[in-house]
């Protein structure tokens, strides 16, 4: 290995907007609505987040003491393998390069091109930005487990598919990757600049949607009984089904598997341990960084939720959905009138034409029989009946024209609210679960969808310069310990290790290429849980194995708090195991296939640790 050495540029304010920076990204913007759809209520969406910014800050109060006591590049890797040995250092390691690190990279990239496609549909990721289209394939890769009904789909593809907002998300993790090459310096520039405008966003959300767009109804609707809805879901009771009991405990099992998207939203509060040798005076300023970055972000999702309802109904507005019936049923009737009055007068045109017909007929045999006079007058009034007829479909068509605007209008009102997402569809409605873009169309119809995207793009551009920044970090120290590519563990003239970036970039576009970082994430909440778990576990392990290391920052609340922690990730972890087994059994299996390459690495490197 190399004797350069990291640079410490990075300040208190840096290393916290490294935190609240990895944080928010589009989660916050959308995850919601599946919330709401979990648990039904007000108030037990309000739970959910709570409850994940209690854990969250759980972890960062843990997490602080270790970050503390071992300020040294690799963060979490080194905390694990300080506690338990270099093979758990190590499965953490294998699985934050092969998907939580690189997938989540991908995914947040996608988003930004995802809502780029908002304001240029042709840039975005739908149908119309599609520049190959592969279909007709069928690629199932599936495990057997005794313990399920049904083999276990791990992996499933019909069609393969590339998007110009593939390439955009391609281009922006080239991009960043290759910025962040040239030194910390910059990353931590770009970091600074789009976290501060990320969460000022939130904070003008947060103030439009508690001022203009407060809607009084929905407000009371929403607060007046909060766990209105809690236990009429439908994963309620497909949950029942499962695992039977009381309400209570079903809703404590809903309530466990609806934490998937809010703590996924809340994820990677640790990324900046990986940074630990790039911080300034990194006893104090890591620690503090953690505890401020992950309590001002969670304040921040809660007004933002509370802000969501102020605005939106969780559920349907009974009472102005009621009024959207009517408006409907209103617009179906004048359809009708008009269309039955087109009717009626293209029938008598059509009797009027038929008469003239018959009148021009009677008109030809009475000159024949030398009547040409009574002739004439015949034809005359054939004529006369020829235009009345004509003036009747002229009529006709415009009431036929009615008819169809009548309905147009209705249709246009009902998908206005629709793509609107107005207080009458509510929360778990959103369009594309798209809830912050829905509360701005309701504030601003005309320019909200487009406002929001931009917001969104912003936060994910941040969010993804800042998994790339930290990401490299861990994979340098376990490649200064022998555990992964020689190369990675070496910095640059620039001080930063440029090999780790490269390689964690060009995995990341593997997997946005691939389609596959969205099933993959799901696979993995299990295992983060397992590893934070782990992490604050090994708390109370280097305790009583290093009871004299130097402790600038000992765990508040320990050991009460800590281990409340990790109860509490037991408890999410076994949730998950029952209600969603499709997400955390392919997680398992992810952590364990770094076992064999764990023994591989030490075997190929005499000198591993």
């Known amino acids: 290995m190399d004797n350069k050495q990291f640079q410490q540029r990075l300040g208190l304010f840096d290393s916290t907007m490294l935190v609240a920076g990895t944080m928010i990204g589009s989660g916050i913007f959308i995850v919601s609505a599946d919330i709401i759809r979990d648990v039904g209520s007000p108030g037990s969406l309000l739970l959910i987040w709570i409850l994940t910014g209690f854990m969250t800050i759980l972890g960062a109060l843990s997490y602080a003491e270790l970050a503390a006591m071992m300020p040294r590049a690799g963060g979490q890797y080194i905390y694990l393998k300080e506690a338990f040995g270099p ?19 991908a995914a947040v990239a996608v988003a930004f091109a995802k809502f780029l496609g908002v304001i240029a ?9 599609q520049i190959i289209n592969w279909s007709g394939i069928n690629l199932v890769i599936s495990l057997p487990l005794p313990w399920l009904k049904e083999p276990l789909i791990i992996f499933k593809r019909t069609e393969f598919a590339i998007t110009s907002g593939q390439m955009i998300a391609v281009t922006i993790i080239a991009l960043l990757t290759l910025l962040n090459c040239r030194g910390v310096k910059e990353g931590k520039w770009i970091q600074n600049l789009f976290t501060v405008i990320k969460t000022l966003s939130l904070i003008l959300l947060i103030i439009l949607g508690f001022s203009i767009g407060a809607n009084s109804e929905v407000i009371k609707l ?31 099992m809903v309530a466990g598997g609806a934490m998937v998207g809010s703590l996924f939203s809340a994820d990677a509060w640790n990324n900046v341990t990986f940074t630990a040798g790039e911080i300034r005076n990194p006893s104090r300023n890591l620690p503090l960084s953690m505890i401020l970055g992950t309590g001002s972000v969670i304040l921040l999702y809660l007004l933002v939720n509370l802000a969501y309802l102020c605005v939106l109904m969780a559920n349907v507005n009974p009472l102005v959905s009621a009024h959207l019936r009517a408006e409907i049923a209103e617009g179906l009737a004048i359809r009708k009138e008009y269309a039955a009055e087109s009717n009626y007068l293209l029938a008598t045109a059509t009797r009027l034409e038929g008469e003239s017909v018959f009148l021009k007929a009677r008109a030809a045999l009475l000159e024949q029989e030398g009547q040409a006079t009574n002739g004439k007058r015949l ?40 793509v609107r997402s107005t207080p009458e569809l509510g929360i778990s409605q959103a369009r594309d679960d798209r809830v912050g873009t829905a509360v701005l169309q309701v504030i601003s119809p005309k320019y909200g969808m ?63 290429f691939s389609g596959t970082y969205i099933e993959l994430l ?3 909440i299990f295992a983060a849980l397992l590893f934070y778990a782990l992490t604050v576990s090994g708390l109370f392990v280097l305790r009583r194995t290093k009871p004299n290391e130097i402790r600038p920052y000992k765990a508040w609340g320990y ?8 109860v509490l990730c037991i408890i999410v972890m076994v949730d998950l195991l029952v209600v969603r087994p499709e997400y955390t059994w392919p997680g398992l299996i992810i952590v364990a296939s770094g076992i064999p390459v764990f023994y591989f690495w030490r075997k190929r490197d005499p000198h591993t640790i």
């Open 87 to 105: 093979l758990w250092g190590f499965l953490y390691g294998w699985s934050l390069f092969l998907v939580i690190q690189t997938g989540s990279i």
């Open 121 to 129: 549909p042709s840039l975005g990721t739908g149908e119309e930005a």
């Open 222 to 252: 929403n607060f007046t009984d909060l766990w209105a809805g809690s236990f009429s879901t439908e994963r309620f009771n497909s949950v029942s089904e499962l695992v039977g009991g009381s309400a209570w405990l079903v809703a404590f």
């Open 379 to 418: 034809l005359k009034d054939a004529d006369s009946k020829i235009e009345e007829a004509s003036s009747y479909r002229t009529k006709a068509e415009a009431a036929q024209i009615a008819s169809i605007s009548a309905s147009e209008e209705t249709n246009r009102r009902l998908n206005e609210r629709i």
């Open 450 to 512: 487009i406002l929001m995207a931009i917001a969104i793009m912003i936060s994910t551009f941040g969010c993804v310069n800042g998994m790339i920044l930290m990401g490299s970090r861990l994979y340098y120290a376990m490649a200064q310990d022998g555990l992964f590519f020689k190369a990675a563990g070496e910095l640059n003239t620039r001080g930063v290790p440029a090999y780790g970036l490269i390689l964690q970039g060009a995995w990341s576009i593997l997997l946005v």
């Open 522 to 524: 799901d696979y993995v």
């Open 559 to 566: 050991p009460f708090l800590p281990l409340l922690y990790i």
